[in-house]
């Protein structure tokens, strides 16, 4: 089975410049979160969706990040313009929500570095 | 202010002895614990999770102890081996909020 795929992997981009990651998550996963993880930190929730509807953005910086989750599946995460403070590495999981099942799977994650 | 701590950044422990990773937690509500595990370059990966309602759960080499009163889980992993070494992230999560809230990781070097 597919595990949760990313891409790029890798992204380098001049401050100002706008920058898109995409994030496939494992089929039959309705619930996909966009994590950011700063060198030296956990990673730490920018948006959560239940299928296509997004259920926990408030610590999405809504000024520049935008996401959306077309039909429920699939994920893009958005920033424009980027800031140097971008820089980090952006996870992309998936989970089942059920009652008993709080397991989320990562994707690799794409390194995003601003200069 | 960070509901799930991690206080020690690095662990070194030599082969086939026990690793012991600490986690300390703010908010007596988490319905349950994980542990996960990430090697440079990749994501996380999920190693062991515990419930709230639960003192302890093994699988295979992986325990996991979670004192309540103490708000305090461990990770104890025996023997250790030389590929557990990784950076290990406690999580907490609440049923409620439907999210992950990750400590800041500690490290595990296992040395042959």
């Known amino acids: 089975e597919a595990g949760v795929v990313q891409s790029p992997r890798y992204k380098i981009i001049e401050k100002k410049q706008p920058v898109a990651f995409w994030c496939n998550p494992i089929s039959g996963h309705n619930t996909l979160y966009w994590y950011r993880q700063n060198l030296g930190q956990g990673p730490e929730l920018l948006i959560r969706?239940?299928?296509?509807?997004?259920?926990?953005d408030s610590q999405l910086p809504k000024d520049r990040f935008s996401a959306e989750r077309l039909k429920g599946v699939d994920s893009t995460l958005k920033i424009q313009p980027a800031e140097l403070g971008d820089s980090a590495v952006y996870l992309c999981a998936s989970s089942l929500t059920t009652a008993w099942d709080t397991e989320a799977f990562f994707g690799q994650g794409t390194r995003l570095t601003v200069v | 202010d960070q509901q799930v701590k991690q206080n020690s950044p690095s662990l070194s422990v030599q082969e086939g002895r026990i690793s012991i990773l600490n986690c300390d937690y703010t908010?007596?509500?988490?319905?349950?614990f994980l542990w996960y595990k990430k090697y440079p370059a990749e994501g996380p990966t999920f190693l062991i999770s515990i419930s709230s309602i639960k003192d302890k759960n093994e699988d295979g080499r992986f325990t996991v102890f979670l004192n309540k009163s103490a708000k305090h889980l461990s990770l104890h992993i025996v023997p250790s081996q030389p590929g557990d070494s990784a950076v290990y992230f406690c999580?907490?999560?609440?049923?409620?909020?439907?999210?992950?809230?990750f400590g800041k990781g500690t490290k595990l070097s296992v040395k042959p």
């Open positions: 969706y239940e299928n296509e509807e997004a259920v926990d």
């Open positions: 908010n007596s509500m988490f319905d349950y």
């Open positions: 999580a907490a999560y609440k049923r409620s909020q439907g999210n992950l809230i």
